[in-house]
């Protein structure tokens, strides 16, 4: 597993935490090893280590940084149910963000269902594409979600909801999650 983003410092993707965030890949063109020695520079200064891509194939790296003493904190589309149930059921994650949707999978309600047996630190997220979603699919996604501790609905650069329907979609959403933002 390589390296195929990785931003040094981000304090706005993990609410009250200083983290790296790194994307794995089987075809990254970033070191790992390098990653690594720059997460071993920064122990004490970084708080935690934002993980997307291939959570199954992501254990060796994991357990690297969770010996370093760092926080993580594991991204999913809800794709891989069995690697987050595996990482977190081995303590190897220590928060979660899933982007949620209109479209309902198995393994996704299969996702939602461990972050909410586990009863980690999580937030589900929605981006706002007006091509793909409409005002009313925020509330029924809530929905699916019900009692999560946070829910960000994202408005992307292009394509996004008008602010007005983006505001009345997470009024909606709040009969379900409380702590509902919207953020660009």
């Not at 195929?4 to 983290?19: H, M, P, R, Y």
């Not at 790194?22 to 920064?42: F, H, P």
């Not at 209109?102 to 996702?111: F, H, I, L, N």
Request: charge should be negative; proline fraction near 2%.
């Amino acid at each position: 597993m390589r390296v195929s983003d990785f931003v040094k410092t981000n304090s706005l993707e993990w609410q009250g935490v200083i983290a790296s965030m790194v994307t794995l890949s089987e075809d990254g063109d970033i070191d790992t090893e390098q990653v690594l020695s720059y997460l071993e520079e920064m122990k004490g200064k970084i708080e935690g280590v934002i993980i997307d891509g291939d959570l199954g194939h992501s254990l060796s790296f994991i357990k690297q940084v969770k010996s370093m003493g760092y926080r993580t904190r594991a991204v999913t589309r809800g794709d891989d149910p069995d690697a987050l149930d595996d990482l977190i059921g081995a303590c190897y994650i220590d928060s979660v963000l899933m982007y949620v949707g209109a479209e309902v999978t198995g393994d996704s309600m299969r996702t939602i269902s461990i972050i909410f047996e586990y009863g980690l630190e999580h937030e589900f997220r929605t981006i706002l594409d007006s091509k793909v979603l409409t005002k009313d699919d925020v509330p029924e996604i809530a929905k699916r979600i019900r009692g999560a501790k946070r829910y960000t609905l994202v408005m992307p650069k292009k394509d996004a909801f008008k602010k007005k329907d983006a505001l009345e979609a997470a009024e909606a959403a709040k009969r379900y999650v409380k702590n509902v933002g919207i953020r660009q």
